[in-house]
């Protein structure tokens, strides 16, 4: 079936350095998600993208977080700077549409900072 | 705000029997709330496995079914024979149609089948 790739799997980066999160979605999709769960806790939405805006956001999505996908390329989580606690498995989505289409989910990049 | 609450963090079954995973959600923002089974595999990502938008309806897929109880505000998920390839981490989720991917999660499920 259509899949959302993650690249890379694991990233470590030093405290207050910046981090790109890069998620290729499935190609003919339109709209984009970013999840984040935190050891031992649930997954819970951060940010939903359509037609080059944030749709919604969640309180999750700190001012230091940003979102975009230049010329249909890469969706991208951009971290600036990164915290401790942004330490956690951040899951890409895609959906084609609205009215309880599909979601397709990303096998996750774990994102460690140290 | 909106939760879903699985009480179960793991589960094992011997294979060939039944299987109920539980899952309860509350919401004060959603009218009519859409409800989810997700499932991961090992070394997969997360996929949908069944999804009921209607409450008093039913979903399957699989050999997995899941009803829309609104009176007892559940949506838990059964099987009557289960198999080892079941073996994965299940996951109920709570969206609103109109607002496509914006899911709330449960902790999820693991189940562990046995021969």
């Known amino acids: 079936g259509p899949k959302v790739l993650q690249i890379p799997s694991h990233q470590i980066i030093d405290m207050g350095q910046m981090v790109t999160l890069n998620c290729d979605p499935v190609?003919?999709?339109?709209?984009f998600y970013w999840y984040k769960q935190i050891l031992g806790q649930q997954m819970e939405f951060l940010v939903n993208?359509?037609?080059?805006?944030?749709?919604?956001k969640s309180k999750l999505f700190k001012d230091q977080f940003s979102v975009e996908r230049p010329d249909g390329s890469y969706f991208t989580l951009k971290i600036q700077p990164t915290a401790l606690e942004d330490s956690a498995v951040y899951f890409c989505?895609?959906?084609?549409?609205?009215?309880?289409?599909?979601?397709?989910f990303g096998k996750g990049t774990r994102l460690t900072v140290v | 705000g909106d939760s879903v609450t699985q009480t179960e963090g793991q589960v094992t079954v011997s294979e060939s029997k039944s299987l109920i995973i539980n899952c309860t959600y509350s919401t004060t923002s959603i009218a009519y709330p859409n409800l989810f089974w997700y499932v991961r595999y090992p070394g997969e990502g997360l996929q949908l496995l069944l999804k009921v938008i209607t409450a008093g309806q039913k979903g399957s897929s699989r050999g997995f079914e899941a009803t829309y109880n609104k009176e007892t505000t559940s949506f838990h998920l059964q099987k009557a024979s289960v198999q080892e390839s079941d073996s994965a981490v299940y996951y109920c989720?709570?969206?609103?149609?109109?607002?496509?991917?914006?899911?709330?999660f449960g902790s999820g499920t693991r189940l562990q089948v046995y021969a």
């Open positions: 989505a895609s959906s084609p549409g609205t009215g309880g289409t599909e979601v397709f």
């Open positions: 989720a709570l969206g609103e149609t109109q607002v496509v991917g914006q899911l709330t």
């Open positions: 190609s003919n999709h339109l709209y």
């Open positions: 993208f359509y037609n080059g805006k944030v749709m919604e």
